[in-house]
């Protein structure tokens, strides 16, 4: 009788056993592939968070910029960056200096957001595919695919925010005196719409791609490479605990945006400008003012780009490039940082080279 009470505890428990290994098998088979919801979140908090930070630390500059870019050549407003800085202190003050900062930091949080997250799963799958090719599993990424790894990634935070770029830039450019006045972004947006179309909100949109695929490339490529590199000859003693200090990933970062910035700068100028076309009573900055004022006519990426330098020189290709030079470096060199450090924060992982 005891011999039949044990074998049924036994079987009892074998029973328990093999059923809590089926059910341990279920949930595996069910398990989504991939990186994890959460995790998902993290990284886009982290990369949104990122560009906020960077873009209003520069937001001054950044309008300079824009102003210098499209400013009508007989008409000139701003001469340079300091010039350029005192006059909007001058005729609009604090507020002046952060115009069209709130739609920059919509444009940006998000797609600053879809850029860092697109990388690092770009990167993963580039490497998944570079280590089959090769037949090699340690195998890590080399520049050229970092820069592949970029230039997916710009391409695709960039043609999911172009509407909010093309708004921002109209924004940033219009003063107190503008003839119409932009109210804010729903305002813009659905004014654009109305009087030039939908096709309008993506004026520009392919200089921007290729201009993108070199600047966010090689942002991504020179900046994960150099840290690489100090980390594997730790020169000047600056690897403590086999991690870089802030101010020397800083660095990294402004060594990116400095590279990138200087070989993509003039298909940022003829954006610009062909964004402007079409606006009704467009500011006066983009116009001109008295005998000189002459709406601006181009007709495609090559026209415009033709038209700029027959009338204006090849340096008009890098007018704004001194404010850009000025910001581009810190602002480039902060979101790296800021998104690495709130990675730390949030316990995100680093995936790229799982």
Not at 48 to 63: C, D, I, K, M, W
Not at 108 to 124: D, M, Q
Not at 128 to 136: A, E, S
Not at 318 to 324: A, D, I, W
Request: contains cysteine; hydrophobic residues 40%; charged residues 20%.
């Amino acid at each position: 009788m005891a011999s039949e009470d044990v074998k049924t505890s036994e079987s009892a428990v074998s029973t328990i056993v093999n059923l809590a290994e089926e059910a341990k098998l279920a949930r595996e088979g069910v398990k989504a592939p991939g990186p994890a919801l959460l995790s998902i979140c993290k990284s886009l908090v982290a990369g949104g968070v990122a560009g906020g930070v960077s873009r209003t630390a520069v937001a001054p500059l950044e309008r300079l910029k824009i102003l210098l870019q499209v400013q009508n050549p007989h008409s000139i407003k701003y001469n340079g960056t300091i010039q350029g800085l005192k006059y909007i202190w001058r005729t609009e003050g604090l507020r002046g200096m952060f115009k069209g900062n709130g739609t920059n930091c919509a444009r940006i949080v998000p797609n600053s957001a879809v850029k860092f997250f697109s990388y690092e799963e770009a990167s993963k799958g580039i490497l998944w595919f570079y280590r089959q090719q090769t037949g090699n599993d340690d195998a890590q990424l080399t520049p050229l695919l970092r820069l592949g790894a970029g230039a997916c990634a710009g391409i695709i935070a960039m043609s999911a925010t172009y509407p909010m770029d093309l708004v921002r830039g109209r924004l940033t450019v219009q003063t107190d005196k503008s003839p119409c006045q932009y109210r804010g972004i729903t305002h813009a947006l659905a004014t654009v719409l109305k009087e030039e179309g939908p096709r309008a909100l993506y004026k520009g949109w392919l200089p921007s791609v290729i201009g993108v695929i070199p600047y966010v490339g090689l942002n991504f490529s020179v900046y994960e490479s150099l840290k690489d590199w100090l980390l594997k000859t730790n020169p000047f003693g600056l690897v403590e605990d086999n991690e870089l200090g802030v101010t020397t990933r800083l660095a990294c970062g402004a060594a990116a945006g400095t590279v990138g910035q200087t070989i993509a700068y003039p298909l940022d100028v003829i954006r610009r400008r062909m964004q402007m076309v079409g606006w009704k009573d467009a500011a006066s900055v983009i116009t001109g003012d008295g005998r000189s004022k002459a709406p601006l006519e181009y007709s495609g990426m090559v026209d415009t780009f033709r038209k700029t330098v027959r009338h204006e020189g090849f340096g008009a290709l890098y007018k704004g490039l001194v404010p850009n030079s000025v910001k581009v470096v810190p602002s480039i060199a902060i979101a790296f940082v800021t998104y690495e450090m709130v990675k730390d924060v949030l316990g995100v992982e680093m995936r790229i080279s799982d």
